[in-house]
């Protein structure tokens, strides 16, 4: 079965923009689950969604909000982009939530310039 | 607060040699225990867990992990590496606090096998 899809790859945007990340989930699973890794804070988690609503969440400023659709497809966006905010952006799946297994995306890597 | 301590950034092994990436978290709470694994330009894969049940747990291809509630550790082992190995571990711990489900991640090692 197909694995997790984020879009796009690659982004790179200018301070004070926005930007939208998308994840389309492993068939079937309900909770997505978004993660902001980088090379001085490691990964850390941003917030899970299950099924459309926001069960969880980490310790990110209101500039970073997400969604989740019907069909399990989730988007996370940020606001007012700080150089800071360059990262690599990870969306993992997982059938019930996060103490069972979860698959990883690829993730966007953004760049804030 | 919970957190993840992996005590080693960087492990450096030759290929066959048996390794441990150590990992110790801090929780007051029950807690599940995940161990990662990342190849560069990609994301993570689920290496094992711990859930419940035996405190020994083991993945397809060759690593095992054991619970130690009393230290509060969860150390990767793998008697004989390979090249293919190579990669940046991560140890997660998902707990419950403050009214949320939390996944905690270490630092990382990163494991370099050479021949």
């Known amino acids: 079965k197909a694995g997790v899809t984020q879009t796009p790859r690659y982004l790179i945007k200018t301070r004070g923009q926005q930007v939208t990340l998308s994840c389309s989930p492993i068939s079937g699973h309900r909770s997505v689950s978004w993660y902001q890794q980088t090379p001085g804070q490691g990964l850390q988690f941003l917030f899970e969604y299950f099924s459309e609503t926001q069960r969880n969440k980490g310790n990110f400023p209101g500039r970073f909000s997400g969604r989740q659709f019907s069909n399990s497809r989730s988007e996370m966006n940020v606001s007012t982009l700080e150089l800071g905010d360059s990262a690599l952006y990870l969306c993992?799946?997982?059938?019930?939530?996060?103490?069972?297994?979860?698959?990883f995306g690829q993730g966007t890597r953004l760049t804030v310039v | 607060a919970q957190s993840v301590t992996q005590l080693d950034s960087q492990v450096p092994v030759f290929e066959e040699a048996p390794v441990e990436l150590r990992c110790n978290y801090s929780s007051s709470v029950s807690v599940y225990l995940f161990w990662y694994v990342q190849y560069p330009n990609q994301g993570l894969q689920l290496l094992l867990k711990y859930l419940s049940g035996s405190t020994l747990v083991e993945s397809i291809n060759g690593f095992e992990a054991e619970f130690n509630k009393s230290q509060t550790s969860f150390h990767l082992r793998k008697p004989s590496v390979h090249i293919s190995d190579t990669a940046e571990y991560f140890c997660a711990v998902s707990t419950f606090s403050g009214g949320y489900n939390k996944l905690i991640f270490g630092a990382g090692t990163r494991l370099a096998v050479h021949p």
């Open positions: 993992a799946s997982s059938l019930l939530g996060l103490n069972t297994e979860a698959f």
